[in-house]
């Protein structure tokens, strides 16, 4: 993409209650390496990227950079932001940076992504930075394939709920970075809180389109998709594409 600028802000600064145990989730170590540093990785291997934007919890940060990031030594310069009070205020935090380091948010994409996702493809990056670049915003989905029960506060079902045009969002999501800038000025502007980054497109009236994701794109949430990630990397190991 000659002339465009490619940024992903990998976002590390929540606490994985639901992991539990005492290690947050994004420094669980996963075949000797922390997860966080296998998703900076599969980005700083891609090649395309200018410099990766981490978004931490503040007092991390220092042990952050001297402990995990310089030992690695990425190709990419990354840059270690503090984290807010929310995940849409610490995604603020990587984008104003992102604009602090560029000179023309115009010919520049984000890539928003959970730094519990370490399994990212390449193809995919490649796919969503091509459909942003042309559109304004693109994410990864997947469709729902169980079937959908609008449930009451009782517990009682109150009906089926149509899930042709229902799909699971995944990340990175793909943006302009002048666009989601706006976006997101727009949200604090009119007290709007979104699921995720392309709701706060969403909100602002931007369109955002969608290509498929990756089955194996998992976010690391729960100690079973701790043990589907080991899977899915013994699979890598061994070359077996399934």
């Not at 220092?62 to 009070?85: E, N, S």
């Not at 928003?112 to 559109?135: C, K, S, W």
């Not at 229902?166 to 727009?186: E, G, K, Y």
């Amino acid at each position: 993409m000659t002339g465009i600028q490619c940024i992903p802000i990998v976002m590390a600064a929540g606490q994985g209650t639901r992991m539990g145990g005492q290690i947050q989730k994004q420094y669980l170590v996963l075949d000797k390496q922390p997860v966080l540093i296998r998703t900076l990785d599969q980005f700083d291997r891609h090649g395309g990227m200018d410099r990766i934007i981490l978004v931490i919890p503040e007092k991390d940060v220092d042990v952050c950079r001297t402990q995990m990031i310089a030992p690695r030594q990425f190709t990419c310069h990354v840059h270690l932001v503090a984290g807010g009070k929310n995940r849409q205020t610490s995604v603020q935090n990587g984008i104003d940076m992102a604009m602090a380091l560029v000179r023309d948010p115009y010919r520049c994409l984000v890539l928003i992504h959970d730094g519990v996702r370490p399994f990212v493809p390449h193809y995919l990056m490649d796919q969503l930075m091509q459909n942003a670049l042309e559109t304004g915003g693109c994410i990864p989905v997947l469709p729902v394939t169980d079937t959908l029960k609008q449930v009451d506060i009782r517990g009682q079902i109150v009906k089926t709920v149509d899930r042709s045009q229902m799909f699971r969002a995944q990340t990175p999501q793909v943006f302009r970075l002048d666009l989601i800038s706006q976006a997101m000025n727009h949200a604090v502007e009119t007290g709007f809180e979104g699921t995720d980054d392309a709701s706060v497109m969403e909100h602002a009236g931007f369109k955002v389109e969608t290509i498929p994701g990756d089955p194996a794109n998992i976010k690391l949430t729960t100690p079973h998709d701790l043990l589907l990630a080991r899977h899915i990397l013994a699979l890598q190991k061994s070359g077996d594409p399934s």
